[in-house]
């Protein structure tokens, strides 16, 4: 059978296909705090991509191609491409 075909007799037996509810319709309170959410999500994980740890041993400093090794506390690092 076709699909038409079945559109054709459920329509005929008042009756219809649906599709299954994926998730709970979300209220426009919720929608506006999930939005919310999301957004300061999306900061903090672009802001602690900005963070730099001076005690890992090897780290690529941005994207300039430059590689600090071993530096000791009260080193003096240099940023810049």
């Not at 037996?13 to 919720?30: I, Y």
């Not at 740890?53 to 941005?62: I, Q």
């Amino acid at each position: 059978m076709s699909a038409r075909t079945i559109r054709r007799l459920l329509k005929q037996s008042d009756l219809s296909a649906r599709r299954p509810l994926f998730g709970l319709p979300l209220t426009q309170n919720h929608r506006c705090l999930r939005s919310q959410w999301c957004d300061g999500r999306r900061m903090w994980a672009e802001e602690w991509n900005e963070v730099f740890f001076p005690d890992e041993r090897e780290s690529h400093a941005y994207d300039c191609n430059t590689t600090m090794v071993g530096f000791e506390s009260g080193d003096t690092v240099e940023r810049g491409c």
